[in-house]
């Protein structure tokens, strides 16, 4: 069974920056990618970015390119969602998953969630 922890969310002013953390509890290895993912009030959950696990491979959606970068701590069992230039847009509930076979924005693909931390962006 594969636990997820995310932390590190919080409230900050447009244009300021906050690093997400998940850690993994995996005793049989069997993630292969760990994804970010958000759900702002009332939307759909969106796929965020990932990373593939054993080299490092990251993908991100078109809206945070440039802007959020995903790095892991493998001694750690942690990744980390790094954001950047934060946009009030960027309000959500951000969480982490964990696949054993595909990285990529469709939800399917994950079969273990976080619970979740609130990032708040302010005008």
């Known amino acids: 069974q594969v636990q997820l922890v995310e932390s590190g969310g919080g409230s900050v002013q447009a244009g300021g920056s906050l690093t997400l953390s998940c850690a993994r509890s995996d005793p049989t290895y069997t993630s292969r990618c760990m994804g970010w993912f958000r759900q702002p009030s009332g939307k759909e959950r969106e796929g965020v970015g990932g990373?593939?696990?054993?080299?490092?491979?990251?993908w991100y959606a078109d809206s945070v390119k440039g802007r959020f970068t995903i790095s892991q701590d493998n001694a750690k069992n942690t990744v980390y969602l790094h954001m950047n230039s934060l946009k009030p847009e960027d309000t959500a509930m951000y969480y982490c998953?964990?696949?054993?076979?595909?990285?990529?924005?469709?939800?399917?693909?994950?079969?273990?969630w976080g619970q979740g931390t609130q990032v708040t962006v302010s005008s």
């Open positions: 998953a964990a696949s054993p076979t595909s990285c990529g924005p469709t939800k399917a693909y994950f079969t273990y």
């Open positions: 990373i593939y696990i054993l080299d490092g491979m990251t």
